[in-house]
């Protein structure tokens, strides 16, 4: 099992910028790839940014150039930095680790953009 534990949420004003944390524990070897995912008010969950055990990465095209992920392997942890946020990019964002065909979801964290 692997627990993730999402924080950095908040609200802020279209522009702004927000760095979320995803940590790691219990059965956190072999990992193959972590990402982030959001979900809006009546909306699916959505792919934002994922990373492989290899700094492989990807990007949703709504977020390329103004998000940033990365994987500190040494403390467990996924970082997304988001920069130039629009409301657009309110919702619930979520950390998955992906080991093999088995994904594992953290409880989200709420980012709210509005003036």
């Known amino acids: 099992q692997v627990q993730l534990v999402e924080s950095g949420g908040g609200l802020v004003q279209p522009g702004a910028s927000l760095r979320l944390s995803c940590a790691a524990s219990?059965?956190?070897?072999?990992?193959?790839?972590m990402g982030w995912y959001r979900q809006a008010p009546g909306k699916q969950r959505e792919l934002v940014a994922t990373?492989?055990?290899?700094?492989?990465?990807n990007y949703a095209t709504s977020v390329k150039g103004r998000f940033t992920i990365s994987w500190d392997n040494a403390e467990n942890t996924v970082y997304l930095q988001m920069d130039s946020l629009k409301p657009e990019d309110t919702a619930v964002y979520y950390c998955?680790?992906?080991?093999?065909?088995?994904?594992?979801w953290g409880q989200g964290t709420q980012v709210t953009v509005s003036s």
């Open positions: 998955k680790a992906s080991r093999g065909s088995v994904g594992y």
């Open positions: 990373i492989t055990s290899s700094s492989a990465t």
């Open positions: 219990g059965s956190s070897f072999s990992i193959y790839s």
